[in-house]
T-cell receptor
């Protein structure tokens, strides 16, 4: 059973640019959630995808968007990058059953200059 | 609203015990505990569900008081490997397919 994987591991962008982050869910999981973790803080929920549809969204502006593909992998897109977007971006996958938690990938560290 | 964790930081000697608390202002469906080491992803420790069901690791226990919207994580006979930042993630009140709201963490340091 493969775990959650993310790419790239690190990324440096400049303000105003666009970025795409990728996530492959754990085998058997159909739900992917994305979180932003600023330094010294807990993860903040961005949005969740279930069977290719957005299934909930946190308090993030529309320039944060996503996709989920038929194989349940997912992308997070951020347009018009701002300095405050610098953070660790985590994706987590889950099976959707009530007794199961979600499992995090290693994250993508984004630095916006 | 973000759950409140306490203490913010704790330093232990190997073999000592620790309790980390998580308190929410809203009714909860579940509480999830994770440990994160510097530069790594959060690692699942324990899930506590409304109604009393728990699932997690053998050496770590936790409680969930639904009426008070509080959870506590108990680390007994701590080992050096327990060092890291502990986060509680809450979901509620009727379940939200694991769209968790995390506290700001408790930094645990275990010294030899």
């Amino acid at each position: 059973e493969t775990g959650v994987t993310q790419s790239p591991t690190h990324l440096i962008k400049t303000r105003g640019q666009q970025v795409t982050l990728r996530c492959s869910s754990q085998s058997g999981h159909n739900t992917v959630s994305w979180y932003q973790q600023a330094l010294g803080q807990g993860p903040q929920f961005i949005f969740q995808y279930y069977r290719e549809e957005e299934n909930g969204r946190g308090n993030f502006p529309p320039r944060f968007s996503g996709l989920q593909f038929p194989n349940y992998s997912s992308e997070l897109n951020v347009n018009a990058l701002e300095l405050d977007d610098s953070a660790l971006y985590l994706c987590a996958s889950s099976s959707g059953t009530a007794q199961e938690t979600q499992y995090f990938g290693p994250g993508t560290r984004l630095l916006v200059l | 609203q973000q759950p409140v964790q306490s203490p913010q930081a704790v330093i232990l000697r190997e073999g000592e015990d620790a309790v980390i608390n998580c308190s929410s202002s809203k009714a909860l469906y579940s509480v999830h505990w994770y440990r994160q080491k510097h530069g790594e992803a959060p690692v699942f420790l324990m899930i506590l569900l409304k109604g009393g069901e728990q699932k997690g690791h053998e050496k770590i226990s936790a409680s969930f008081n639904e009426k008070k919207q509080q959870s506590s994580l108990y680390l007994t006979a701590s080992q050096l490997s327990y060092s890291g930042t502990y986060f509680c993630g809450t979901e509620g009140p009727s379940g939200s397919a694991r769209q968790l709201t995390f506290g700001s963490g408790t930094q645990l340091t275990v010294l030899p």
